[in-house]
């Protein structure tokens, strides 16, 4: 049986430069196996502003029943293999329906926010 689970997603990407195509994420419809651990959800950004980094805010179920939880969260692939970057945030015990993570690069570099690329200059 499938069931839908994600039901909320907060993200903000920090952007270099205000411009009219901010970068947009579009989470669309995520649906998890029961019973089946270890699934993987990912997150495509489009729009190509500058970024140097990101902050997730997010909730898997309903916020009442135990299950499902998340993990892990990880920010390896796409923009954030392009340079040295840092991740803070943390899986609270008891509260693993929810997640609070956030990423920047560590040096000052922007990254379109459409994939791996140069810094812009």
Known sequence: MRTPWL????AGLWMASQ????????VGTIILQANKPGQTAV????????????????????????SPVFRS????GGIWD?????TTGELVAGFEQYAQFSVAFNTNVTVPASGISRPLQ
């Open 7 to 10: 039901m909320g997603l907060v």
């Open 19 to 26: 411009s009219i195509a901010s970068p947009l994420i579009d």
């Open 43 to 66: 997150l495509l950004v489009s729009g190509g502003d500058a970024v140097t980094g990101f902050n997730l805010r997010a909730q898997i179920g309903d916020g009442v029943n135990p």
């Open 73 to 76: 969260i990880s920010f390896a």
């Open 82 to 86: 392009a340079y040295p970057s840092t």
